[in-house]
């Protein structure tokens, strides 16, 4: 079946850094790459979704200059943490759209831990 | 290899009860996640085991079973609303899901 995988699975860095996290589809092509934020035993939230070779569209209260998304190709969509601050630290995990029917999968997460 | 299994798809009726079932084999096992998607929306929390047995929370209720590697939702009293796909997620011992591909509930009247 169609898989999704994310890179890192995770993360430790400092305070200030930028953290890159890839997320691709393996075996589909993505239209549409979805991600989000998850806090402990909470619904998923919503951070962005981006189609492949335009600009993301950001859910309201995400800051773009801060969660940077990439989807550069039908395959590959990254987002990239600038700045990092320790409020930041959380699970983060994508979805990608695409395949027959336009079924939507998850990828497995990346923790982010900042210092 | 890491897999979870839930149906595709099954319909029920108002007022009614479903199961929805689902498999998992993961490498370690760190709770088994339930949350319910409607179209277009980001997945809803549904409920977490991570110890054998019923969790009950209003209306829908999860059981799992870790030497069997099985959980189950329960939904009673359907209603209309609760026509969602439901996504079963097993966390592995490094603390990544695994996602099944969602059981698509539909309900009629």
């Known amino acids: 079946g169609a898989v999704v995988s994310q890179h890192p699975s995770r993360v430790i860095c400092k305070s200030g850094t930028s953290v890159k996290i890839e997320c691709r589809s393996l075996?589909?092509?993505?239209?549409?790459m979805f991600w989000y934020r998850q806090f402990p035993k909470q619904s998923l939230m919503l951070m962005a979704t981006?189609?492949?070779?335009?600009?993301?569209?950001?859910e309201q209260g995400v800051e773009k200059d801060k969660f940077l998304i990439n989807h550069a190709s039908l395959t590959l969509s990254t987002l990239t943490v600038t700045s990092a601050h320790p409020e930041d630290s959380s699970f983060y995990i994508c979805?990608?759209?695409?395949?027959?029917?336009?079924?939507?999968?998850f990828g497995p997460g990346t923790r982010l831990l900042v210092l | 290899g890491q897999n979870i299994d839930q149906p595709t798809e099954m319909t029920a009726t108002e007022g009614a009860i479903v199961q929805i079932n689902c498999t998992y084999q993961?490498?370690?096992?760190?709770?088994l996640f339930w949350y319910q998607q409607h179209a277009g929306e980001a997945p809803t929390f549904l409920s977490y085991?991570?110890l054998d047995g019923l969790e009950e929370k209003g209306r829908f209720s999860s059981f799992l079973s870790r030497s069997k590697g099985y959980s189950y939702l329960l939904l009673k009293e359907l209603q209309m609303k609760d026509s969602a796909s439901y996504l079963c997620?097993?966390?592995?011992?490094?603390?990544?899901?695994?996602w099944g591909a969602g059981t698509k509930l539909i309900i009629k009247p």
């Open positions: 997620a097993a966390m592995d011992s490094n603390y990544q899901l695994i």
């Open positions: 085991n991570v």
């Open positions: 981006s189609n492949e070779g335009s600009k993301a569209t950001y």
């Open positions: 979805s990608a759209r695409g395949g027959a029917g336009e079924t939507q999968y």
């Open positions: 075996d589909f092509q993505a239209t549409t």
């Open positions: 993961t490498s370690g096992f760190n709770g």
